[in-house]
């Protein structure tokens, strides 16, 4: 059974960075698909964006171009860097990884 840990999260200005992490115990991500969803105010959860375990990267439209996902196998880590945060990217964010467990969420909120 796998623990994550999702931590980064906090609220920004408009323009700002952040960085999330998703740290996984009990369960070696290294041969996994892992993924970020969000759910935002009042909204159904989203596809965010997908690294494969050969480190492919596939982003959702809104997000393409200003966040960057990666992984640190060695680490256990699944990272996503955001930056120019719009008041859009609010929401709480999730990691699935391995299509099995989901992280227990953090709150992103950008304010302009």
């Known amino acids: 059974q796998a623990q994550l840990v999702e931590s980064g999260g906090g609220s920004v200005q408009a323009g700002g960075s952040l960085k999330l992490s998703c740290v996984a115990s009990g369960y070696t991500l290294e041969d996994c698909g892992l993924v970020w969803y969000r759910q935002g105010p009042e909204k159904e959860r989203e596809w965010v964006s997908s690294?494969?375990?050969?480190?492919?990267?596939y982003y959702t439209d809104s997000v393409r171009g200003r966040f960057v996902i990666s992984r640190d196998n060695a680490k256990n880590t699944l990272y996503l860097q955001m930056n120019n945060l719009s008041i859009e990217d609010t929401a709480a964010y999730f990691c699935w990884v391995c299509r099995k467990y989901w992280g227990q969420g953090i709150q992103v909120t950008v304010s302009s």
């Open positions: 690294i494969s375990s050969g480190g492919s990267a």
